[in-house]
């Protein structure tokens, strides 16, 4: 079954918020239609009110209405304006404007063709040939009534322009607000769920991935498709809301100029389709160089001191430069295909439309009757302009939608990896009994690591693994954990198969204390309590004093609240070896795990984890992963694992007498512990 596109996911994720998206687009409708009037107004203003004067007036008797004008101890009215109520006198009289002079003419004469005037005699040349006649030239004067009773319209047509601005506005913001809020909410719930989805996917994915990959998805791919919900989608559904209705203005205007005008519309498609070719490439290539850089830098500064214990800053620093290098390569090729396909392609389709829209007019001006009015040709020329708006914001936004596209791409490529339902539902506490039966176990399912494991623990027993490194005990942990399950044989708790229950209701009742014990920003008590809400501060406070972890907490300034940096650095690996010991009793577990809990401990601090150890293994199962022999020595059974398979079982005295391989290991230790004291 095929995938579906990017594009669809996204989309899907934008249905989640459609209510906000609505309305903003609604008022984004109105504000675009409130916003092109303009010109339709500017075109009344004009031809109507300004130019409008020109034209045949007719005499009328005494009237004191706002349109009729007193020249010449008589009373005018424009033609357009006489109604029945008035009385006419006598026949209509021309106002002509030749060059900058108004002159009245005693009859009706062509108001279209070329104009010359020579003292009183104008002549108009028209196709049907030339005609003169005599008329009496206008002072500034006697020419200013005729405008006056336009004053009044025209201030009442810009106070109705500047009023539906004004409103125009009002729905701006709202559209800027719903929508900006329906993108954030849109990428909230998008980051929440990429969190959540991490922590479903399998644990054997993050063995692989460097965690700076991870996070630049959920921070930087998920920051870019804000972007493109918050801005691009919000210019590119504005700019085409825009171009429609400058479509349908231009329609009602001239039907064959706005259909020469829709030349623009493949263009851009072909524009943009040029562009996602290219541009998809270029930023595949950019996200994933990003998400190694953050890698690069996470590990680099994780491991500084190493780096600079061993002089290897110049070799770090080279392969910095390689990431660097290469990410700058496609940035330059973007930014030339941005440069090519932006502001300079735009300039010339805009010309060469304003080329046609000239042709267009220019070649019916030679018939003279088809020659349109300023105003029309100020809204063409207006509304041309403003087409050229939306087109140039559309293409700057290439280069977001590309990257918002791919790190898309990204974000769910990440989610379509198949995860796990979290089930938490409570499971009784159960007894600690455990059951290996024939386990087999590979990580990459050909070369196993443990084969044919098996083994029973009773409920309260205290077992131990040992053996060299690869053998497997590691392992064995991993898969009781049900971080892995194994391709062969089965494991059970209680008589119950781990795969019958979901990977948390197995872990539910299990604690573990692993060899670098790991402190999480925060507290002591919260490292303890975790923020459970079940484990009490009093409870936590029981635990650090029940492994002897008071007597260094007791010195510190804020004690139980003492403040955790990342990784716990300001302790030291005993203290923090403690604090995790506390954590592991505090949630009362009946499955205790010891991941080589003492490896990397002293040996004046190993007396007091011992202590500790002996508190934190009281009513419970434990297993030990033993690099330290001396530390299992009271193990109720040891288990001696070598190449994935279990060579020899039984306490301690049983395998010494046996003199195996157990029998070697401890007397390689007591020799070197002998050396070391000599």
């Known amino acids: ?246 479509f349908v203005a231009l329609f009602i205007l001239d039907a064959r100029l706005a259909t020469l005008c829709l030349a623009v519309i493949p263009l851009l498609y072909l524009w943009m389709k040029v562009y996602k070719y290219f ?26 001191s190493v780096i600079q214990a061993f002089n290897q800053e110049k070799r770090v620093k080279e392969d910095f430069e390689v990431l660097n290098q290469r990410h700058f390569k496609y940035q330059k090729k973007l930014l030339r295909l941005s440069a090519l396909t932006s502001y300079n392609l735009v300039t010339v389709i805009r010309n060469l439309t304003f080329v046609g829209f000239i042709w267009y007019y220019g070649s019916s001006s030679f018939e003279l009757s088809s020659i349109i009015s300023i105003g029309m040709l100020y809204a063409f020329v207006d509304y041309i302009t403003r087409l050229f708006e939306p087109v140039t914001d559309i293409v700057n936004q290439l280069p977001l939608l590309e990257q918002a596209r791919v790190a898309g791409g990204r ?74 399950d194994p391709q062969q044989g089965e494991i059970t708790i209680d008589g119950m198969s781990t795969r019958d229950w979901s990977r948390q209701q197995v872990r539910s009742h299990m604690g573990i204390v692993l060899q670098d014990p790991f402190m999480f920003s925060g507290t002591i008590l919260s490292n303890v309590t975790m923020n459970d809400p079940s484990i009490s501060k009093e409870r936590a406070i029981q635990a650090l004093q029940a492994v002897g972890a008071d007597r260094f907490i007791a010195k510190l300034p804020n004690q139980y609240d003492e403040v955790v940096t990342e990784g716990g650095s300001t302790f030291s690996l005993g203290e923090r070896q403690l604090i995790s010991f506390a954590r592991a009793l505090a949630f009362d577990p009946a499955i205790l795990i010891l991941d080589e809990a003492t490896a990397n401990i002293d040996t004046e601090t190993e007396s007091a984890i011992q202590e500790a150890l002996e508190v934190l293994k009281k009513g419970r199962t434990t297993l030990i992963i033993a690099h330290r022999l001396s530390t299992i020595q009271k193990a109720d059974t040891i288990f001696v694992l070598n190449h994935g398979k279990i060579m020899e079982r039984g306490n301690h005295e049983q395998l010494i007498h046996e003199q195996g391989l157990y029998y070697q290991m401890y007397q390689m230790q007591q020799g070197s512990m002998k050396t070391a004291v000599s």
């Open 411 to 484: 974000v769910f490529a990440l989610m379509d990896i198949r995860g796990e339902d979290v089930v938490d539902d409570e499971v009784s506490r159960y007894s600690g009994n455990i059951r290996f039966e024939n386990v087999s176990f590979a990580y990459n399912d050909s070369d196993y690591v443990l084969k044919d494991i098996s083994f029973e623990v009773s409920a309260g027993q205290t077992v131990a693994f040992v053996g060299h490194t690869g053998s497997g005990k590691s392992s064995i942990m991993n898969l009781l954990f049900r971080f892995y």
């Open 279 to 304: 541009g998809t490439k270029y930023n595949k290539v950019i996200r994933s160089t990003n998400s190694e850089i953050n890698g690069n830098i996470n590990e680099a500064v994780q491991g500084m």
């Open 1 to 246: 079954m095929r995938k579906p596109s990017t594009e669809k996911k996204l989309f899907k994720y934008a249905l989640h918020y459609k209510k906000g998206i609505l309305i903003g687009l609604a008022c984004l409708i109105v504000a675009v239609t409130l916003e092109l009037a303009g010109p339709f107004i500017a075109m009344r203003v004009i031809d109507n009110h300004i130019v409008g004067v020109e034209g045949y007036w007719q005499e009328v008797s005494d009237n004191d209405d706002r349109d009729t004008v007193s020249y010449n101890e008589g009373h005018f009215k424009r033609m357009d304006r006489v109604t029945e109520s008035d009385q006419v006198i006598g026949d209509p009289v021309t106002l002509l404007q030749v060059g900058r002079s108004y002159f009245t003419i005693g009859e009706e004469v062509p108001l279209q063709g070329k104009r010359t005037a020579e003292d009183n005699v104008i002549t108009i040349s028209t196709a049907e040939g030339e005609s003169s006649y005599t008329g009496e030239r206008l002072s500034l004067t006697e020419v200013t009534p005729f405008f006056q009773p336009e004053q009044r319209p025209i201030i009442y047509l810009l106070g109705l322009y500047v009023l539906l601005l004004v409103i125009a506005g009002f729905f701006q913001f709202f559209k800027t607000y719903y929508l900006q809020k329906s993108a954030n909410q849109i990428v909230k719930k998008m980051r929440n769920d990429l969190f959540q989805h991490t922590q479903r996917i399998p644990i054997n994915y993050f063995v692989d991935q460097p965690a700076g990959t991870i996070v630049a998805r959920i921070t930087n791919d998920t920051e870019a498709i804000r972007d493109l919900y918050e801005r691009v989608l919000s210019i590119i559904v504005t700019s085409v809301i825009y171009m429609l209705g400058i």
